[in-house]
């Protein structure tokens, strides 16, 4: 049995899929007054915590496009939640037009 589910594994990761994936569908987007800090558990901080935002960080069109990838990044990580979420409009220094920053926190609800 831990062989074929291993395989399986192996075979959603090579087609670009993750393991043990919640759907993005089933993270909850919570304020910050909803959840007390012994409610959940955080899994990481989203656009904030790697090398990226020292080199890039990603944008989007509208602050749902936005919200719709943090909470697809959360369910690649097995949260089930994310909380202090904010999106913000930047006007491109190139482009001239407008995008918005997205970052937040990945939670497990318990």
Avoid: H
Avoid at 36 to 46: D, F, H, M, Q, S
Avoid at 58 to 69: C, F, K, L, N, W
Avoid at 85 to 100: N, P
Wanted: glycine share 10%.
């Amino acid at each position: 049995m831990r062989n074929r589910i291993a395989v399986l594994c192996a075979v959603f990761l090579a087609a670009g899929l993750e393991c043990g994936r919640a759907n993005s569908d089933e993270v909850k987007v919570y304020r910050s007054a909803q959840l007390k800090p012994g409610e959940y558990e955080t899994v990481a901080r989203l656009w904030v915590e790697t090398w990226r935002p020292r080199a890039w960080v990603p944008t989007y069109d509208s602050p749902e496009e936005g919200v719709d990838a943090l909470r697809d990044k959360a369910a690649g990580l097995g949260a089930n939640g994310i909380i202090d979420v904010g999106c913000y409009g930047d006007r491109g220094l190139f482009s001239g037009a407008e995008s918005f920053l997205c970052y937040g926190k990945a939670i497990k609800v318990r």
